[in-house]
């Protein structure tokens, strides 16, 4: 007779939170106990700075995740190393009668996943997994003929017309008793992870319902508290997406409209995997990208003598945040103005920011080469200078980036707007044949 707990493993991946957690409250409907486990996955933190502030933000969320667990008399159980080599030895460990884990869209999370499924199912034990990242996923928004949508606008119209209470449900797992009881382990320090602390400081959890509540009148200018910044929380599910659309439906429409940007690439990426590391629309990929090395590493610097741009960049660098208008400005900047590949550009990003997702993050970019679903056109390219008279026209945000902006040390531009315009047409038309 085996010594070994009889467990329910509930298995914390992007969902860092005790309430509201779809999978974690059908975790504890099960008969046997729930113990959390959470897993650094080597695969990924191997190719990872030993600086990177996403790793220290989650290693604050598991320990937060620690604290709460030991109050009910339970313990995360928190390992590293590749996945399914982890799983083998929880297997070893503990007497799994069930697991349960929350869906995750992107392929190498869909790859992973399906490794965990066959090792369990050999060992007869069901994986079972809901949705809770998103609101709607994978085929639930489609056309009438089953095809998923390229398009913003009939996608948004579709699914807030599907929209229901019942997709806004508040899962009580908060409430939920059934947790393996068993004495506080030590989980690991952010140095046996393998990282050091950064100078980063992390958006609250808390939603700011007053930055919200003006979000369609604040939301482009840079300079001001006008976004949420809650995009961070969303990607590693510290609030629940449930939870911040029916905040967002009760106080700004344009607010919801954004968590439904997040939603359709999603899907995107979930109908065409391909968009990872290839043009959505493959008839851009004729596009000759001049991908100057020199010229990329001047916009990553925050050195293009463009101000809007450079404000942009240094913001990134040193926050690990850039304000989504800006985004837009640097993204155009860099595809169109310097012909630099935007999987270049699409990269850096997923380097630096906190808040990278990849769904996200690729749909951003190839809207802005033009590449893209629903992309704004190859020939609409930012003029970084209009763009700042519109959005920062008293120069506080660049003011507040570019400390040497009205000295002889600021750089000069780096490239002429209407002749770098006028060679992004020629590149693109070209591609077009």
């Not at 100057?292 to 450079?310: H, L, M």
């Amino acid at each position: 007779m085996s010594n070994k707990s009889q467990v329910t493993i509930f298995w914390f991946r992007r969902d860092f939170r005790l309430e509201d957690n779809r999978s974690l409250f059908h975790a504890h409907q099960e008969q046997y106990p729930v113990q959390p486990v959470f897993i650094y996955d080597t695969a990924i933190l191997d190719e990872l700075p030993r600086k990177d502030a996403r790793v220290e933000f989650i290693h604050q969320e598991v320990t937060r995740l620690q604290k709460e667990v030991s109050s009910q008399g339970s313990t995360m159980d928190v390992r590293i190393g590749k996945p399914l080599e982890i799983w083998k030895k929880l297997l070893d460990d503990y007497d799994i009668k069930a697991v349960w884990a929350n869906k995750d869209y992107e392929p190498y999370a869909r790859e992973r996943d399906k490794k965990i499924y066959d090792l369990l199912s050999a060992h007869n034990i069901d994986f079972k997994a809901k949705k809770d990242h998103v609101i709607f996923e994978k085929s639930e928004i489609v056309k009438d003929n089953g095809d998923p949508y390229v398009v913003y606008t009939p996608y948004s119209k579709l699914w807030k017309k599907r929209l229901e209470e019942e997709h806004l449900k508040h899962f009580k797992s908060e409430e939920a008793s059934n947790w393996h009881q068993s004495p506080s382990k030590q989980i690991p320090t952010l140095k046996e992870v393998g990282f050091e602390p950064t100078e980063i400081k992390f958006p609250a959890r808390k939603l700011d319902e007053k930055v919200v509540g003006k979000y369609d009148e604040t939301r482009d200018i840079p300079a001001v508290k006008g976004t949420s910044r809650m995009s961070l929380h969303l990607r590693f599910g510290t609030v629940s997406i449930r939870a911040l659309a029916r905040r967002a439906k009760s106080l700004n429409e344009k607010y919801l409209n954004e968590l439904i940007w997040r939603d359709f690439y999603q899907a995107i990426l979930w109908h065409f995997p391909h968009v990872v590391d290839s043009n959505f629309n493959r008839k851009y990929d004729g596009v000759i990208w001049r991908n100057n090395e020199a010229e990329f590493s001047k916009w990553k610097k925050g050195k293009t003598g463009y101000p809007i741009v450079d404000a942009g960049m240094r913001e990134l660098n040193e926050t690990g945040f850039m304000h989504n208008r800006v985004r837009m400005i640097v993204a155009s900047f860099l595809t169109k103005h310097l012909l630099v590949d935007w999987r270049w550009g699409e990269a850096y990003f997923a380097e630096k920011l906190l808040d990278y997702e990849l769904a996200s993050n690729n749909g951003g970019w190839q809207w802005a080469a033009g590449t893209g679903v629903d992309a704004q056109p190859y020939f609409r390219i930012f003029n970084p200078y209009s763009q700042t008279d519109k959005f920062d026209k008293d120069r506080k945000y660049i003011n507040r980036w570019v400390a040497e902006i009205d000295t002889k040390y600021y750089p000069d531009p780096m490239v002429d707007h209407k002749m770098a315009r006028e060679r992004c047409l020629d590149a693109y038309k070209s591609a077009l044949g």
